[in-house]
């Protein structure tokens, strides 16, 4: 059956469109508050950022239950094999956002015991900068993110589970 | 502020009757904006803290700060330790330091201060700093295989084995 | 099948815990036998970074601390420094601050009252009140710039002048705040779930609360009137009449009935402070290359969280030779076995919750 899909590649085509479509509009962010970002990520889901109009106010306290993996703080290097075993928990598809400065390259922490970038334990799809980043900004990452998974063929994957760790 | 004569009175009262009670013990007392700096023997800071509480009605001890005094000279030990107490109502501030060297302990505040005790396990962890008859005492922000003291001089900003 | 004692896990990661706190539990069935923090998940070695930079570049470092009330360890630190170089901060300056340190008191009550009653389970509270600390993170961003890690109070004294059109703003402000706040009681102070999630659980008498060293408005709810801007005043709060408002009982409903009247009294005294703002300078002049004589200061002042201190000790040069802070919530967590132990484990979140920590100042 896959080759007969194979080669209507308008179908899958279509597919395609239609699985981003629901899945960018739906995404459950799993909300790893670590510090200040989460702040500022709880005030973009409350009522005057509003994060529900895109679909995401459902913030999942389990992995299990999430898409998106919004990295919000400082990751030292106590919390990394944490942050490491909730992303390997979350099943695919999922992405992860790098909110703010930390997450994105360790922030103004160049210390002993701070990872400097969460993008050396899990892999990142979007990097939002500020410190913390303000609500518009967070919104415009999710946005991004949004943009990229609707580039994405998660038909493919469903055709060849291997595809998305190989390309 | 309360900067007023009573204050003094009342510190000026606090240092006579430290020197009274526990003669040798005070190496050093001197008013340094307003508020009594005393510097102890380690040794007597157990029954100097219980004193001060008991009789002397001071109540809360708001900080524990240690410094490190690699480079510096004089002092009796590389690392001095020094406890905050203050006494409400009134507000009456009392700073307490004492020395400690290198792999040495210090009595512990905790049988007279409770709130001493997460504040002598950051000690520990920061500096090495060792207090006796301290019920738990163990790193607390570091993780438990950690190697070195943070705030150590000599430890470098970024760490060891490329923590950072 | 007989039930035995066991341990719970809560944390690093939990939806509750305010931040990557890890608390282990030892529970009978549902009750509590005991709690164990354990911290460090987000130490990120503060003290050590600020050895290596100035005076002046320390200052927005210390907005990551409580993060929820920036401005406070701005002025804990400042006021530190301050105390240690011997600068006299104007008087302009010093109402400035005060409305400052008020309206982030304000904001930060707001976003505790809001993730509290979230956590209890009142969703739409958390609503309410970030929608009213909007309001009030709008002053700040008009001010400085930001909404979160302000940086807005400096050495010598803020970052910029209070003007007239922002002024007026702030009373704009004020005026809408105290409707939201009724907002909030009306769904909260007579209802029958709150109060049994809140009444009577997690007591600390008064000479409890203070033999655990505790501080702010947890201490305050317990009875006893311990609060630094009456205590030991600092940037001209002696000028300003106010209350202090106290519980009886010392549970987690008192905390919030506490809370919500520090609210009430912070807008009384930014009312206050904006009615007497004397001219002058809204900052002193404090060189760019700060070098301090060597020497040692210890400032506190009343944060949100609770007393709030700074040691700082000079070396002759631009940097400091080592900074302690002295947190809040770090002294204040200690107390949560002695409060939990005897309650059930689901009201440990509320008993948590109720303490107010944040865990950039616990951890540093």
Same mark, same amino acid.
């Given at each position: =059956? ?10 899958? +085509? ?22 200040? &970002?989460?702040? !500022? ?60 400065? &930390?997450?994105? /390259? ?36 999710? #946005? +991004?993110?949004? !943009? ?11 055709? @060849? ?7 | ?17 430290? +020197? ?121 922000? =570091? ?22 | ?8 896990? #809560? ?22 036998? /005991? ?87 009142? =969703? ?19 001010? &400085?710039?930001?909404?979160? +890690? ?32 009724? @907002? ?11 109060? !049994? ?40 709060? @002696? ?41 002058? !300078? ?56 002695? =409060? ?25």
């Amino acid at each position: =059956m896959s080759e007969a899909l194979e080669r209507s590649p308008f179908l899958l +085509t279509k597919a395609d469109a239609f699985i981003t479509w629901a899945q960018k509009n739906s995404l459950w962010p799993f909300g790893s508050g670590l510090a200040c &970002c989460a702040i !500022e990520m709880i005030a973009t889901a409350a009522a005057r950022y509003d994060i529900a109009r895109f679909g995401m106010e459902l913030f999942r306290a389990s992995p299990r239950q999430a898409d998106l993996f919004i990295v919000a703080g400082t990751v030292t290097n106590k919390m990394a094999p944490v942050l490491r075993r909730l992303w390997d928990q979350m099943p695919d598809p999922k992405w992860a956002m790098a909110m703010g400065n &930390c997450a994105i /390259g360790g922030g103004p922490f160049p210390t002993y015991s701070v990872l400097q970038g969460v993008d050396r334990i899990i892999p990142v799809d979007v990097y939002v900068a500020g410190c913390p980043p303000t609500p518009q900004g967070l919104i415009h990452g999710l #946005m +991004t993110l949004q !943009e990229k998974i609707a580039r994405s063929h998660p038909t493919k994957e469903i055709l @060849d589970p291997d595809a998305r760790r190989r390309s | 502020m309360p900067e007023d004569a009573a204050d003094r009175t009342g510190l000026d009262g606090i240092l006579e009757a430290l +020197t009274g009670r526990f003669p040798g013990a005070v190496l050093a007392g001197a008013f340094e904006r307003n508020e009594l700096s005393v510097r102890l023997a380690k040794e007597s800071l157990a029954s100097v803290l219980r004193f001060l509480k008991d009789e002397a009605g001071f109540n809360a001890l708001e900080d524990i700060a240690v410094f490190d005094n690699l480079g510096a000279a004089g002092g009796d030990g590389r690392f001095t330790v020094v406890y905050r107490l203050c006494r409400f109502p009134g507000a009456l501030r009392l700073r307490l330091a004492a020395d400690v060297a290198e792999g040495a302990s210090l009595p512990s505040a905790v049988p007279v201060y409770r709130s001493a005790d997460w504040a002598a396990r950051e000690a520990f962890d920061m500096f090495g700093v060792l207090f006796d008859g301290h019920p738990d005492l163990r790193r607390i922000y =570091m993780p438990d295989d950690f190697e070195g003291h943070p705030l150590r001089k000599d430890f470098p900003l970024a760490g060891r084995n490329g923590g950072a | 099948m007989e039930l035995r004692e066991y341990d719970l896990n #809560m944390g690093p990661q939990h939806p509750s815990t305010h931040g990557v706190l890890r608390l282990k539990l030892a529970v009978d069935n549902e009750v509590v036998l /005991g709690v164990e923090p354990v911290l460090g998940y987000l130490h990120r070695g503060m003290e050590k970074l600020w050895e290596s930079l100035t005076y002046h570049q320390v200052v927005p470092l210390t907005d990551r601390l409580d993060y929820l009330a920036s401005l406070s360890n701005n002025l804990g630190y400042c006021l530190t420094v301050e105390k240690l170089a011997g600068i006299e901060v104007p008087g302009r300056a010093r109402y400035i601050r005060v409305v400052l340190a008020e309206l982030q008191r304000l904001a930060s009550h707001l976003a505790w009252v809001g993730f509290m009653a979230n956590d209890i389970g009142a =969703m739409s509270v958390l609503l309410y009140a970030f929608e009213a600390r909007e309001d009030v993170l709008d002053i700040f961003e008009e001010y &400085c710039g930001a909404r979160l +890690t302000l940086h807005g109070i400096r050495i010598g004294g803020a970052v910029r002048d209070l003007d007239a059109p922002l002024v007026a703003r702030i009373r704009a402000v004020l005026g809408k705040v105290p409707d939201r706040l009724d @907002d909030v009681r009306a769904l909260l102070d007579e209802n029958r779930i709150w109060k !049994e999630r809140t009444v009577g659980v997690g007591r600390l008498s008064g000479a409890d609360a203070v033999a655990h060293g505790l501080t702010g408005p947890a201490l305050r709810a317990s009875g006893v009137p311990w609060d630094m801007r009456k205590d030991i005043p600092y940037s001209s709060y @002696d000028d300003f009449d106010f209350e202090v408002p106290l519980g009886a009982n010392g549970d987690v409903y008192d905390r919030y009935l506490v809370r919500l009247g520090e609210i009430g009294q912070s807008i009384r005294i930014v009312r206050q402070a904006l009615d007497g703002l004397p001219d002058g !300078e809204f900052a002193a002049k404090v060189p760019r290359v700060l070098k301090i004589a060597p020497g040692e200061a210890f400032h506190t002042i009343e944060a949100p969280k609770g007393v709030l201190g700074f040691t700082v000790r000079s070396n002759g040069t631009d940097k400091p030779e080592r900074v302690k802070m002295r947190s809040p919530s770090f002294i204040n967590l200690q107390a949560l076995d002695a =409060m939990c132990r005897g309650y059930m484990f689901s009201d440990v979140i509320g008993i948590l919750g109720s303490l107010d920590i944040v865990l950039g100042e616990i951890d540093k």
